[in-house]
């Protein structure tokens, strides 16, 4: 029985190595370019509200691999990878990280590998972080051709 639970422990730990060094590691001394990346939507120099939805958003350059990394003064960054451009970032996350950083500055910094395998990161994406929250209901008032008239207000 001891014999069975060293051998069932060598192979889970030998997996576990092979299957970490299978791992792309990420983008490693990539070369500067001097623009800010094409996103959509374009999140570039906002004001973003504390208590607002991630800003998911997908990336717009051509490549095989995409890096995303979220961050500010204090909290831990953000990291999202993929192969598709699509960036989600996980809301738990993004909602602890704009909360510990309220009125300070979010930065978002984009890594692409392109088809050569060469890794570029654009300019980093600088936004705001609003002090106050943003209201959590909107009021819309009903509104017709004939509302020009004088008459009770309705919502």
């Not at 990336?59 to 960054?77: H, L, Q, W």
């Amino acid at each position: 029985m001891r014999s069975c639970r060293s051998w069932t422990m060598l192979f889970v730990t030998c997996a576990a190595l092979a299957l970490g060094s299978c791992a792309d590691e990420g983008p490693e001394s990539p070369v500067a370019v001097a623009r800010w990346p094409r996103i959509t939507p374009d999140y570039a120099g906002i004001i973003v509200p504390p208590n607002v939805a991630p800003l998911n958003f997908t990336i717009d350059e051509p490549g095989e691999r995409y890096v995303v990394k979220v961050y500010s003064a204090s909290g831990k960054p953000i990291e999202v990878a993929t192969r598709t451009g699509q960036i989600v970032i996980p809301e738990k996350r993004w909602k602890d990280l704009l909360t510990a950083n309220a009125g300070g500055e979010l930065s978002v910094d984009v890594y692409v590998k392109t088809e050569d395998g060469q890794w570029n990161r654009y300019e980093t994406i600088a936004n705001a972080i609003a002090e106050d929250p943003i209201d959590s209901h909107l009021v819309y008032r009903f509104m017709t051709p004939s509302s020009y008239f004088p008459k009770p207000m309705q919502i």
